[in-house]
């Protein structure tokens, strides 16, 4: 039987370990060091595979500059004032009032949808649902389709009618 070794290069230490347990250590190590250096991010040879343990910044053979931080300058000597990277990133979260609009839209469309026709309003969720019109049609015991569609079209015209004063 071999003997393997699992090496801590913190402490510079090999402790010695069944073959198993090398396996189970070394499995994910290897995954990354294969895929760093994929992305030419990793130099090491074969001989020093071992010693991998994950920690690329501190690494003597890391060669990459793949890892930016969001404080990076990104106009270095201009005479202005200095942009991050992180300056850069648009913000995409909506801001109080949008959200408490939107809140409030949304309160006057389910007001409204409360006080519309109650066949009106079944023809407005079911369509809301994803029902098909035939589906429609079968749920409210319509006799076509095509009166599933009449209805549906006032329904929603009523709806826009009532929303306007809230827009």
């Given amino acids: ?81 200095p942009i991050t990277l992180g300056d850069t990133i648009s913000d995409d979260t909506p801001s109080i009032e949008e959200i408490v609009a939107d809140k409030q839209l949304l309160d006057a469309l389910f007001a409204e949808l409360n006080e519309l026709d109650p066949d009106m309003r079944q023809i407005v969720e079911l369509t809301l649902d994803g029902k098909s019109e035939r589906e429609i049609a079968t749920i409210t015991g319509a006799p076509t389709q095509s009166t599933v569609n009449y209805r549906k079209k006032k329904a929603f015209q009523a709806l826009q009618e009532r929303m306007k004063k809230h827009l």
């Avoid at 393997?4 to 230490?13: A, F, H, L, V």
């Avoid at 250590?25 to 030419?40: F, V």
Wanted: glycine fraction near 2%.
């Fill in 1 to 81: 039987m071999k003997n393997r070794y699992i090496y801590i290069r913190s402490t510079r230490q090999q402790v010695p370990v069944s073959e198993q347990e090398f396996q189970d250590y070394y499995r994910d190590i290897n995954a990354y060091r294969r895929r760093m250096q994929e992305h030419k991010c990793c130099n090491c040879p074969p001989r020093c595979w071992l010693t991998c343990d994950m920690d690329c910044l501190t690494c003597p053979f890391h060669c990459g500059n793949e890892f930016l931080s969001l404080d990076a300058i990104t106009n270095p000597g201009s005479d202005s004032d």
